[in-house]
């Protein structure tokens, strides 16, 4: 398995506080990805970035910023929570185009 | 833009039958076809992946796919499904913009004793 944990695997929240997941890799991998699961959606990319301090939006980006300081470690933050983002989130580490490695994912349910 | 489409949300077979999820892809040129699982409270698992080196594309736990470039399709198939098979399946295509994978809406399988 691919190195790849997420903090804090469950979290509730209320509206309007800002929220950081964490997502940790010990593979050195250059590419991460932040996708948001929703029923009937599937997964949708939030945010990806390419290398420190290199990041950019992906699809659902609206309300989230990331950073980048360390090749291990990417954070999604949600700046000011809704219970629109309530949701599984999961980090995923790959080669652009290719397989990508999952983390264990975090439940965040916005109250 | 590439799409994915499972048909089906929800699959329900009986223990020792034929499992069959389906996947239909959009695009002129065969990309690379993934099939991830997803057991309850988990993470997202490679199954099995196409790269154009062969058109059936054998993975973990006996599942295999057999991509159809005139059907666009990319159909996962067990033979024989076992209780331990019941989790979420999502079919993914790369080809989004920014290097990440498209993945279908998930298909739910169910297995009966």
């Known amino acids: 398995d691919a190195g790849i944990t997420q903090s804090p695997r469950h979290k509730v929240t209320e509206t309007g506080t800002p929220v950081t997941l964490r997502c940790h890799q010990t593979?050195?991998?250059?590419?991460m990805y932040w996708y948001r699961q929703d029923p009937g959606h599937g997964l949708r990319l939030i945010h990806y970035?390419?290398?420190?301090?290199?990041?950019d939006k992906g699809e659902v980006s609206d309300g989230y910023s990331v950073s980048r300081s360390k090749t291990e470690d990417f954070l999604l933050t949600l700046e000011s929570a809704t219970s629109s983002q309530t949701s599984v989130y999961f980090c995923?580490?790959?080669?652009?185009?290719?397989?990508?490695?999952f983390g264990p994912g975090t439940r965040l349910l916005v109250l | 833009a590439q799409s994915v489409t499972q048909l089906g949300s929800h699959v329900s077979v009986s223990e020792g039958a034929l499992v069959l999820l389906r996947c239909n892809y959009s695009?002129?040129?065969?990309?690379?076809l993934f099939w991830y699982v997803q057991y309850p409270n988990q993470g997202l698992q490679l199954l099995l992946k196409?790269?154009?080196?062969?058109?059936l594309v054998k993975g973990i736990n006996g599942f295999e796919a057999e991509f159809k470039k005139s059907e666009t399709s990319f159909h996962l198939t067990k033979p024989s499904a076992h209780m331990s098979d019941a989790a979420e399946y999502f079919c993914?295509?790369?080809?989004?913009?920014?290097?990440?994978?498209?993945f279908g809406k998930g298909t739910k399988l169910s297995v009966k004793p």
């Open positions: 196409y790269t154009s080196a062969a058109t």
């Open positions: 593979e050195n991998h250059r590419y």
């Open positions: 995923a580490i790959g080669q652009p185009q290719e397989t990508q490695y």
């Open positions: 970035s390419y290398g420190v301090k290199d990041t």
């Open positions: 695009s002129s040129v065969p990309p690379y």
């Open positions: 993914a295509v790369s080809g989004g913009s920014q290097g990440n994978l498209i």
